[in-house]
């Protein structure tokens, strides 16, 4: 039963710290990348309307958080958990996955920034959070 609960808490700090390490990078985006004059990047009517103006750079953040967001988050839900650590950071790559296909859907962006984001920034970003984690793990087991 611990383990469960363990585990359960292992996927929710996961998502929240996946969560903010993501939001964290799309605030800074415009500040170190500004968007196309006139488009808020806050507005998805505005990107709808001008998304002819973006250019590859524009992609770099999103893709960014993304994907440092679910290997955090992978990393964080790895070391949390007792058990199926492995299997956790999947779930979180999967819950983050499922957030990026609703957010294809919802906010225009270029069908090879659509593939590369689903494709490169979830699942295998979960398999490199779970490498992290098991690496901090076996560091703090050994660390004199």
Known sequence: MKAF??????VLLGL???????MGLVLLSPHV??????????DAKSIRASIHLFEPKHFVFPFLAHALGTLCGAAVGYLVALRYRLG????IGT??????IAA?????????????????????MAWLGALLGRSLKKEAVHAP
């Open 33 to 42: 990348i500004p968007p196309p004059p006139g488009v808020d990047v806050g």
């Open 5 to 10: 609960f363990r585990g359960s808490l292992a």
């Open 95 to 100: 819950l983050f996955l499922a957030g990026g």
């Open 88 to 91: 956790i950071s999947f779930v």
């Open 104 to 124: 294809a859907s919802m906010i225009p962006a270029p069908a090879w920034f659509i593939a590369v984001d689903l494709l490169l920034a979830y699942l295998p």
């Open 16 to 22: 929240l710290v996946g969560s903010i390490v993501n």
